[in-house]
């Protein structure tokens, strides 16, 4: 039997695996690149799967999301690391947490009442992963997780959406795509965010074009912008991960978080992850840790 920290690794394999695959191309084309040519070299992951490594830590240690612990792995990451993409707010704010500023403080100072950012979103996917037996906890979890860094309802609306989203798809049987949407508006606090799901339930499956220039696709950051379109890709692909990454990256944008948040939630659906973009993808921390030895 799967327990939820499996369920929540196997997530930050998927999540880690698509962040890593959509920052390849930011510098080449996917509508010019086809499915049966992967991106060549190493794909090196950014501060999206960083960041949930630290999820990942606190959920083995404390079994549900400890704010002040949380916290303080985020800021001991950065400072290992901080060349991984982190946003110039998010560098600013860990910077902070880790010459002792309470994050209770800090998080709501950044941009005058607290970000809205889809940082918060990126990392959220293990969160429900690991409590998928309890969806309505793992929205809750995932919004203690958020407010660490997005003091701003939208981007906690994002967190507790992305969660929800993995929570349903860590269960069988899956729901259509838009049966899937329509669970997750119920857990979503009202605002752009949940408005913009509302919009996704109407968009056909098939129309990358109009989900794109309707919801966004992360051009803002935003979890307004990034969340609702990364919910409708996830739900029409949750049998093939292969195929609901190449359908996201083609919606161009902010295309490493993209995939992070749709990889994290169709790792949890579909049968497997490829094997090949596994091996293509940099290694996670514990992995090189383990080698080193």
Aim: hydrophobic fraction near 40%.
């Amino acid at each position: 039997m799967v327990d939820g920290l499996d369920r929540a690794k196997r997530s930050l394999e998927g999540l880690a695996t698509g962040d890593a695959f959509g920052e390849r191309f930011f510098s080449i084309s996917p509508h010019t690149t086809p499915p049966s040519e992967l991106p060549a070299g190493i794909w090196r992951w950014t501060d999206d799967t960083h960041m949930a490594l630290s999820i990942v830590e606190i959920l083995k240690t404390y079994s549900h999301i400890d704010q002040d612990a949380l916290a303080r792995a985020f800021a001991r990451r950065y400072q290992q690391d901080p060349y991984r993409g982190y946003g110039a707010g998010a560098a600013r704010l860990l910077r902070q947490i880790a010459l002792g500023a309470d994050w209770r403080h800090a998080a709501p100072a950044l941009f005058n009442g607290g970000s809205y950012g889809n940082g918060a979103a990126m990392r959220a996917a293990p969160i429900g992963a690991f409590f998928s037996d309890d969806v309505k906890r793992a929205a809750k979890e995932a919004q203690l997780s958020a407010a660490v860094t997005h003091a701003h309802i939208e981007g906690q609306a994002g967190a507790m959406a992305v969660a929800v989203a993995a929570a349903i798809a860590a269960n069988n049987p899956h729901p259509s795509g838009t049966e899937f949407l329509r669970e997750v508006l119920t857990f979503i606090p009202d605002g752009t965010t949940k408005s913009r799901v509302q919009t996704a339930v109407d968009i056909p499956a098939d129309d990358l074009d109009q989900a794109v220039q309707t919801l966004g696709s992360g051009r803002e950051v935003s979890a307004q912008d990034t969340v609702p379109f990364c919910l409708w890709s996830a739900a029409y692909h949750l049998e093939n991960y292969e195929e609901a990454l190449w359908w996201t990256v083609k919606g161009m944008g902010d295309r490493d978080t993209t995939c992070a948040i749709v990889g994290g939630i169709v790792a949890l659906s579909a049968p497997d992850i490829p094997s090949e973009w596994l091996k293509r993808r940099e290694p996670l921390l514990a992995e090189r840790v383990k080698q080193r030895r």
